[in-house]
């Protein structure tokens, strides 16, 4: 069982050559000094990192998987070790300010260390993968007592962190969370209630553990406003152990190295973040980071069975393969067979595509906290349109293009030998947490582009128009007249925009995706012939395979609107 490499050459090509991004970055008073040697390098040494100590502990962590025992969780053999090796080599703190004890790099190299961790481990990733998320929320709304207590410990790593929103009846409906927040005298308050699915709620990864929870006071009204986010550590400044149970660990489908427990607040003492009432402010801050982290474990997840498939496909070898002259050595590989070679470069062109997106993502993070005020807005606008389309679609693909990855290796990839039915179960949660996916197309299609007519996602299309095809153009067109049609049918319908929220989400991807390797195709130009070979399948791919679906997403939605529309 070949286990997962990164390929950081390729992932360079697309930071550089695609987006630009050192000279962009430099560009930034914040990152003056950061150019594209710099970020090499630490790219670099990020994947030997990763293929050197996080991807040998995928097999053990899967097999052997946490433990529970009397409320203690036990991580696999070697998660501990290498998480303490994590941090204490700045990992976690690339992207947090250095006041706080970060490194001020840029946030886009965090993205492509996950992006390869993720791929590497996911069960492992989940432990600091919310890490960031939770940095940002205390960066943002902590007092300054919380901010001394909490923002090193976070930004270095030294502590972990969950999310705690979900509870037994309140999973995408956070309204009806019940969890309990009473004051008490000192100004702290006590959190009595149960959550479940919490990733990284009790383990032996970290010294200490930070919980971010969703919580109710006892005046707050019902429904998403009465929410305030609290925070507490397992263990409080002065050594006592927090109110806080584990009561046990889901059995799962996959995923077996991320312990996802049931915590019970016994009264526990927190502080509260933000003001009342304004809890889901607070945690979208978190849920906003965790998003875009869930998007880059689908591109890495698919990277990671598209390298095991693509090699396993160069060894095996079957019947002699359509058009190949008899004798010549490869003419009997299953790479050689249409119908292999079809899933093998659909999926590497999920996957170059969701690189240069989630990149670019990354990098409109960056505008917004140092960029001016006009790079501020438009990083605003890409960020709130294409973060749920990203974590919807390359999650779906990471299942979905994982399980035609397995396809390649016939009944070889069924069985454990080869590794690559982990990475099908492994991946399957992803499009459930963080907002399911079916939430994430209400997202942006019901809360961010109905209430402003789509003039928002109008402005995100004219910047995608300049130095396109023809062809490419048409479809910006089509969605442009297709965004109409949504805009003026939904007060006649208030259940249309949830029928065809799927399709217009898929819609936006695929213009997304071939404006991306429309960005590709353009930093080729001028590069070595054996580099363009590598580039020329997956395009060639993406045109045949994957954007004759912006037909048939298009002919849904418009059937919908005319049946309201007459
Ligand atoms: C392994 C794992 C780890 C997790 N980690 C965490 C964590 O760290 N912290 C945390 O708080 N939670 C965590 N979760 C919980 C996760 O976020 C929830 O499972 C998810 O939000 C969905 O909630 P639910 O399971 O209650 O499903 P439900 O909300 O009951 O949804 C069931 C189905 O109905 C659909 N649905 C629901 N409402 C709508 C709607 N309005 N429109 C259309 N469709 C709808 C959903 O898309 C889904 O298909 C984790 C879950 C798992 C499995």
């Not at 919380?146 to 030294?158: I, M, Q």
Request: glycine fraction near 10%; charged fraction near 20%.
């Amino acid at each position: 069982m070949n286990s997962y490499l990164p390929r950081t050459d390729d992932m360079f090509f697309v930071l550089s050559r695609v987006l630009g991004a050192p000279a962009q970055l430099q560009a930034l008073p914040a990152f003056e000094e950061i150019d594209a040697d710099l970020m090499q390098q630490v790219l670099g040494e990020a994947g030997k990192f990763v293929g050197d100590v996080i991807a040998p502990l995928n097999r053990d962590g899967d097999e052997v998987g946490a433990q529970w025992k009397d409320g203690a969780v036990t991580m696999p053999p070697g998660f501990r070790d290498a998480y303490q090796a994590f941090w204490q080599a700045g990992w976690p703190a690339l992207s947090a300010a250095a006041e706080d004890g970060g490194q001020g790099l840029p946030t886009v190299l965090e993205a492509m260390l996950y992006e390869m961790l993720s791929a590497a481990n996911h069960g492992w990733t989940m432990a600091p993968g919310l890490l960031h998320g939770a940095y940002e929320c205390i960066r943002h709304h902590g007092s300054p007592a919380l901010k001394a207590a909490y923002l090193e410990k976070l930004a270095t790593g030294e502590w972990l962190a969950t999310m705690c929103l979900t509870e037994a009846h309140a999973g995408s409906d956070l309204g009806m969370v019940r969890t309990r927040a009473t004051p008490r005298p000192d100004g702290s308050y006590a959190l009595s209630g149960t959550k479940i699915f919490i990733s990284g709620g009790e383990h032996d990864l970290s010294d200490n553990i930070v919980h971010l929870v969703l919580a109710r006071l006892p005046d707050a009204p019902a429904g998403p406003k009465g929410l305030s986010l609290f925070v507490l550590p397992k263990f409080q400044a002065d050594g006592s152990r927090s109110a806080v149970f584990c009561e046990r660990i889901e059995e799962k489908m996959g995923l077996h190295g991320s312990p996802t427990c049931v915590l019970r607040f016994d009264g526990a003492v927190a502080s509260i973040v933000g003001e009342p009432g304004k809890g889901l402010n607070a945690m979208f801050v978190m849920m906003n980071a965790a998003r875009l982290h869930v998007a880059l474990q689908g591109i890495g997840l698919l990277d990671a069975a598209w390298q095991k498939a693509d090699a396993y496909a160069r060894e095996r070898r079957q019947m002699r393969a359509p058009g190949r002259a008899r004798g010549t050595s490869d003419a009997d590989l299953i790479a050689e067979h249409p119908a292999i070679r079809r899933i093998l470069d659909s999926q590497r062109a999920w996957v170059d595509a969701g690189r240069v997106l989630a990149y670019r993502t990354a990098i409109e993070l960056d505008q917004i906290r140092h960029g001016d005020a006009q790079a501020q807005r438009s990083g605003q606008r890409w960020c709130a349109l294409v973060t749920p389309i990203m974590k919807a679609v390359f999650t779906h693909q990471a299942f979905h293009g994982g399980s035609d990855c397995l396809q390649v290796f016939g009944g070889h990839g069924y069985v454990r030998e080869w590794g690559i039915e982990q990475i099908i179960r492994d991946a399957r949660v992803a499009m459930i947490y963080e907002g399911t996916n079916e939430i994430q197309a209400i997202d942006l299609l019901v809360r961010k582009l109905l209430p402003d007519g789509g003039q928002d996602m109008a402005l995100l299309l004219d910047s995608l128009q300049a130095d396109v095809s023809d062809e490419t153009r048409g479809r910006i067109t089509t969605l442009r007249a297709l965004t109409a049609r949504i805009v003026a049918a939904a007060p006649r319908d208030a259940a249309l925009p949830y029928r065809v929220a799927d399709d217009y989400l898929r819609a936006c991807a695929l213009v997304l995706i071939d404006w991306a390797w429309q960005r590709i195709e353009a930093g080729l130009d001028g590069a070595a012939a054996d580099r363009e070979a590598r580039w020329q399948a997956p395009a060639r791919a993406l045109r045949q395979w994957l954007l004759p679906e912006f037909a048939m997403r298009a002919g849904i939605i418009e059937q919908q609107c005319q049946a309201v529309t007459g």
